[in-house]
């Protein structure tokens, strides 16, 4: 299968499955609430009826110092609340991903809720798994790669005699590490992809089978990736810019605004569906 | 044997020679109550670019300006802080940073300078009398960042020192301020100098120490500096002359400069040097001249300026932004000179600071660093920022040359507020500066813009608990205790100032303690003497509450309340001689009977209840009063004002209307205030940008945890 028809298939399955959409849109709309809770508590009671709340600006230095000072108490306990939660949100999604897995590779099959939760139990242990040695694959390897890097550029910086070597060298270090990022990141999906589509239950024989599915067919499987990685770029810009020209606050163009920002977390989530469902297309048109 | 003595008036003499362009109309007083400086130095350096040492000779001629007999004197040796761990300067910042070297050099890297001939002029050999000491106290008994020679014959008042020094100097590889990388090198602080003897004192002469700067006695200087042939110099001063020795590869400059007190220099073989005027009456139109005369209270020529050449050295790669340096220069010539005094000096030399020298967002007098890189936006204000701030310092520490160990808020403080001015007025606000890899974002997000009050007063009031702004430098809880108080709460206090004094006054405040104490060394006391005596009341409270201490002030509306007064009150009531009892019933009843009120006449009361409170430590005091503003439904609006001694406060006011909102300092006076949030209340909850602001905030929450499940 071709790098087009692999994505142009997993957008039609995304498309089918928007109910697996729906799940994670809501998953993450109760979870951030929760999460923000506390923050929009805070606001409401510090600018709800001071008349500061009628200017405040986004970024509003003067008050971010105001509120710099009145919680530096409570900082650490809202950035351990916060870590906690990411944790707990991390592990609840990849509870979910079991369910979105294994419903955007039944192509054909329901996505209702039954099925999709059933997913969820099925494959929570085997990506807990995957997870924790992916998360070793990807240390071992971003440190290898990117020390060696290091070690090849810290000498052309050092001798650097104006600032241009040093901002590229930098520029470059940064770019090979995004690249390298997508490489393996790229890899954990495909090992998870292993795990359902061949009922893998070992975890590293799941990232074999992955790596040794990519080894004939890499350029081809990591132009889906970065295809698809564009568009969320494309779809970004566009989401700012659209924004930026929502103008002066007015009761319309904060609902507008409101909209416009969840139907970009939507954009995002499902983003985050189609890398499954095209590599997913793209892994089962190549058996091995 | 007595110390050679050279007659003051010849030293005056010399010195006006040298002061052809320092004083104007008008402008004369200071000056000429500081005198001609007491110091000379002539100092011949040469650079050893391969070796990275400095060989030099220095003449200095002293003049006891005190009625004090002077038996000695202590130079300070600032690079002897980069020679080991065991100085002041590397052991505080190792305690900044327990857990890494702090500054150290590494190994290799170190600097320092060795006086290795001292005597006087008619050949009194100094040095067995040479001892490193220790002024700032026993806790750091390693610096030699200090040392005392003793004179053969006490120097009597109205006499002169002529010492004769030969030193040599290993230059650090970048530490704080001076250095080199490889063919590029910053020179500052680097000759031996007398501390400033002070009547009845001593000889103030601190240790480098890591959070304090520089303090030294206005003189007049010659300097010639011999670099390998084909260096680009930079220097303090006006060059001379200039000399090439073929056989030596050498190039040796001779620059001049009166009435400075340090001198500074950097040289680097890749450096264009670009010259442009600063041409007053291009620069400043009639209409301006006459505004500024007017609001000083001064004539035209008063505060006309005149003419400077500004030097500006600069790296190849930063070519393109020449035009951005003059520009940002040109703002800080002009508006420091309308509103403070004229710059009295030909030349100022502004300098990309070298790559990797660490030398950027340094002042010297008549020569600064500024510091850009070569991605560098537009509308961020940067480089404008530093080169208007360094500028600014030629008058904040350069002119009126307060202590910068003791007093820095005088010279960080004033000029940072200054810098905010000039900004303001030249640029408006600029994008905060974020940058991600060299790249700045505000290509490619809608970065904020801010001015430099804003910024000023987040540090400001997250700093008042650690120390007041009048602490001695290196005596601040920490680096970052020092810059919040000494640069932002500083500023931020004189915009309240500003705001609180008003015009003329606040103006006339600034000029006067400027030209009053141009050339000479002011303390706080002396500002604070200003402030009183021009505003024409005393301020000290302001100062005693506000920068002498570490209160939090803050101010804010505690309840607000509107309430239909009923006409009749339940209870019981004596009324013609019966008991009567008015219950919620009857009360209504009576209401209800009430006729209704013709058109414009009230049909009822409404009792606005404002309640004040004192949170923070810090009072106002003199005639201050913090202004209450209630408005009210109508459109309608009531002043009131209070004198914010007490904890809290209560307000009560009769209207036939309810009350809408009531904020206190409306006019944004008190920007030290902690808590703008709390300076304001309305009657409703609901405010739109706190809606957009909440919606922001989940959107970014949704982002993240997306961003945390995508791990997965």
Not at chain 2, 9 to 22: R, S, T
Request: charged content about 20%; aromatic content about 12%; proline content about 5%.
């Amino acid at each position: 299968m071709g790098v087009i028809k692999a994505i142009v298939s997993g957008i039609g399955t995304t498309l089918r499955k928007l109910r697996v959409l729906i799940i994670l849109y809501v998953a993450n709309a109760c979870f951030s609430v929760i999460v923000a809770l506390p923050f929009l508590a805070i606001v409401q009671k510090e600018l709800g009826h001071s008349l500061y709340g009628s200017f405040i600006q986004p970024v509003d230095l003067m008050w971010l110092g105001e509120a710099m000072l009145k919680h530096q108490d409570a900082l650490a306990a809202f950035v351990a609340g916060l870590v906690a939660c990411g944790f707990a949100y991390l592990v609840f999604h990849i509870f979910l991903n079991g369910g979105v897995v294994g419903r955007l590779l039944d192509r054909e099959g329901p996505a209702d809720l039954a099925s999709f939760w059933g997913d969820c139990g099925r494959y929570f242990w085997r990506f807990v798994r995957l997870f924790l040695v992916s998360l070793l694959f990807l240390a071992l390897t971003l440190g290898i790669f990117m020390k060696l890097v290091s070690g090849l550029f810290a000498p052309l910086s050092e001798a650097a005699v104006t600032e241009w070597p040093p901002l590229i060298l930098s520029n470059l270090h940064f770019l090979i590490a995004l690249l390298l990022l997508s490489i393996v990141r790229m890899i954990i999906d495909y090992a998870r992809i292993a795990v359902v589509a061949d009922e893998e239950r070992k975890a590293l024989k799941a990232l074999r089978q992955a790596l040794t599915f990519l080894r004939k067919r890499f350029f081809r499987a990591w132009a889906i990736y970065l295809l698809i990685v564009a568009a969320t770029v494309a779809g970004s810009i566009v989401f700012y810019v659209v924004l930026g020209r929502l103008g002066a606050p007015a009761v319309v163009q904060v609902v507008a605004a409101l909209v416009w920002m969840q139907l970009y977390v939507v954009f995002r989530i499902w983003i985050g569906t189609l890398f499954v469902a095209a590599q997913a297309e793209f892994y089962r048109s190549h058996p091995y | 044997m007595r110390t050679p003595v050279l007659r003051p008036g010849l030293l005056l003499g010399a010195a006006l020679l040298l002061l052809p362009a320092m004083t104007m109309p008008g402008q004369a007083p200071a000056a000429a109550a500081a005198g001609a400086p007491g110091l000379r130095y002539e100092i011949w350096v040469e650079l050893d670019a391969a070796g990275k040492m400095l060989l030099g000779k220095e003449e200095i001629v002293w003049t006891n300006p005190t009625k004090d007999t002077v038996p000695d004197m202590l130079l300070h040796l600032y690079w002897n802080a980069f020679k080991n761990e065991d100085s002041a300067f590397l052991r505080e910042a190792r305690a900044e940073t327990p857990f890494s070297r702090g500054d150290s050099p590494e190994d290799g890297e170190w600097g320092w300078v060795d006086i290795t001939d001292i005597r006087l002029a008619d050949g009194t050999d100094l040095k067995p009398t040479f001892r490193y000491v220790l002024p700032d106290g026993p806790e750091t008994a390693g610096d030699q960042t200090v040392a005392r020679v003793l004179f053969p014959v006490p120097v009597e008042p109205g006499e002169s020192a002529h010492l004769r020094i030969e030193f040599k100097s290993k230059i650090p590889r970048t530490v704080a301020r001076s250095g080199y990388y490889k063919n590029s090198f910053f020179i500052g602080q680097w000759y031996p100098k007398p501390g400033v003897y002070e009547e009845g004192k001593g000889w103030n002469c601190h240790a480098y120490h890591q959070n304090s700067e520089f303090f030294a006695d206005f003189a007049d200087f010659v300097v010639h500096i011999t670099v390998p042939r084909g260096f680009v110099v930079g220097s303090s001063g006006k060059a001379a002359d200039s000399r090439t020795d073929e056989s030596a590869g050498t190039t040796t400059m001779t620059f001049r400069q009166a009435m400075v007190h340090d001198f500074a220099w950097m040289t680097d073989p890749r450096y264009l040097r670009v010259e442009q005027d600063f041409i007053a009456s291009r620069e400043v139109t009639a209409k301006e001249y006459e505004e500024t005369a007017s609001l000083l209270g001064l004539s035209v020529d008063e505060v006309r300026l005149p003419d400077v050449k500004m030097i500006l050295l600069i790296a190849p790669e930063h070519k393109g932004q020449i035009e951005r340096h003059f520009r940002a220069l040109r703002a800080a010539i002009k508006y420091y000179g309308l509103w403070y005094g004229p710059y009295p000096y030909e030349t100022v030399t502004m300098v990309d600071p070298p790559f990797r020298t660490g030398s950027g967002g340094m002042e010297y007098p008549t020569l600064f660093t500024a510091g850009t890189q070569v991605l560098a936006s537009r509308a961020v204000l940067s480089p404008e920022g530093v080169i208007v701030h360094e500028f600014g310092h030629g008058y904040w520490y350069g002119l009126a040359a307060n202590n910068e160990f003791e007093a820095a808020w005088l010279d960080e403080g004033v000029n940072t507020y200054s810098t905010g001015r000039v900004l303001a007025v030249a640029y408006g606000a600029g994008r905060l500066e974020f940058n991600f890899k060299g790249w700045p974002l505000d290509w490619f997000l809608r970065i904020p813009k801010a001015f430099d009050f804003e910024s000023d007063r987040v540090a400001a009031i997250n700093a008042v608990e650690f120390d007041p702004v009048t602490t001695w430098s290196w005596k601040f809880y920490n680096g970052g205790s020092y810059g919040a108080n000494v640069y932002m709460r500083a500023a931020t206090l004189l915009t309240t100032l500003e705001r609180l004094l008003g015009e003329p006054a606040w103006p006339r405040i600034m000029r006067t303690y400027h030209m009053r104490y141009r050339f000479r060394h002011p303390t706080t006391a002396d500002f604070i003497g200003v402030v009183n005596e021009i505003a024409g009341k005393d301020m000290t409270w302001f100062f005693d509450e506000l920068l002498d201490a570490t209160l939090p002030f803050d101010y804010g509306v505690a309840g607000l309340s509107s309430a239909k007064v009923p006409r009749q009150l339940r209870g019981v009531y004596e009324t013609d001689g019966r008991r009567e009892e008015w219950t919620d019933k009857t009360i209504e009843e009576s209401e209800a009977a009430q006729p209704q009120a013709p058109a414009g006449v009230p049909e009822a009361l409404y009792r606005t209840t404002v309640v004040l409170r004192r949170y923070g430590e810090a009072r106002i005091g003199g005639d201050a009063r913090i202004k209450v503003l209630i408005r009210f439904k109508d459109g309608t609006s009531e002043t009131r004002a209070w004198d914010g001694q007490a904890r809290w406060t209560r307000l009560e006011v009769l209207k036939p209307v309810e009350a809408e909102s009531v904020q206190i300092d409306p006019e944004g006076v008190w920007l030290i205030d902690e808590n703008l949030a709390n300076n304001s209340r309305g009657t409703d909850g609901f405010r739109l940008n706190t809606s957009k602001l909440m919606t922001q905030l989940l959107f970014t929450v949704q982002c993240l945890l997306h961003f945390v499940g995508s791990w997965s």
